[in-house]
């Protein structure tokens, strides 16, 4: 993964004697002569272990709130339909009872 006399950098997983992931960023850099010419190549290796297990637990956050935010959504949807139905009703309860009171009043 190094590319010929430059710097790169990847995310790989190396693993400990006991056989346990380790999240690790690579850094490679090369070194060159006086006359240009790469004699060697500095790496770099970090940990960033901790910063993955981050990144996963934020993930699956963030996963979980946009399925509530879906189920919030559709909630909203049929409590929507259902004022409305409430409001229809209502306004025909209203009409029958002008309707009652008119008939009241004619006889």
């Known amino acids: 993964m ?13 693993y ?3 056989k346990e992931p ?3 960023l690579v ?4 070194v060159h002569d ?5 004699i060697r190549h500095i790496l770099i290796c970090l940990d960033i272990t901790e910063r993955k297990r ?3 637990q934020l993930q699956l956050l963030l996963d979980h709130s946009q399925k509530l935010n879906k ?3 559709l909630r909203d949807q049929e ?15 209203q009409i029958s009872k002008q309707h009652l009171q008119k008939n009241r009043m004619s006889s």
């Open 2 to 14: 190094m590319a010929k006399g430059k710097v790169t950098s990847f995310e790989t997983i190396l």
């Open 16 to 18: 400990s004697k006991t």
């Open 22 to 24: 380790i999240w690790t």
């Open 27 to 30: 850094s490679t850099s090369p």
């Open 34 to 38: 006086e006359n240009g010419e790469i």
């Open 54 to 56: 981050s990144e996963d």
């Open 71 to 73: 189920q919030l959504e």
């Open 79 to 93: 409590l929507q339909s259902s004022i409305r139905k409430l409001s229809k009703q209502s306004w025909e309860i």
